[in-house]
């Protein structure tokens, strides 16, 4: 391969830990949002649900359902996306040893 083309993927490679590191931040704040409201949710008596524009009075039990199934996806979520920066932090750390190594091949020669 082609040193060019291997400074390609890593550029790639490059945006999709950014990428990933955008959406792991997304999910982290949510997840705070969702746990935040499950500590609310233990001291109140009267629960309020946000459906489009409007609140809606909401049972309890539902309403702890809700959120406890947002955090359990959420934290899977969490979990798929450090496996998938995992994943492109090898290939980064592969790439720019290749290149590394290409570039010390040139200069002996």
């Known amino acids: 391969m082609k040193p ?4 390609h993927q890593l550029q790639v490679a490059e945006q999709s830990m950014q990428q990933f590191l955008m959406q792991k931040q997304s999910f982290q704040a949510q997840l705070l949002e969702v746990e935040s409201a499950q500590e609310e949710i233990k001291n109140s008596e ?8 409007l609140m809606l009075k909401s049972k309890k039990e539902d309403v702890e359902k809700d959120l406890k199934e947002k955090n359990e996806i959420l934290n899977l979520r969490l979990k798929n996306i450090d496996k998938q920066e995992k994943s492109a932090q090898d290939s980064v750390k592969k790439l720019r040893e290749e290149i590394l190594q290409g570039i010390k091949e040139k200069e002996k020669k």
Do not use: D, F
């Open 4 to 7: 060019e083309e291997k400074i």
């Open 46 to 53: 009267v629960v309020y649900k946000v459906v489009g524009g």
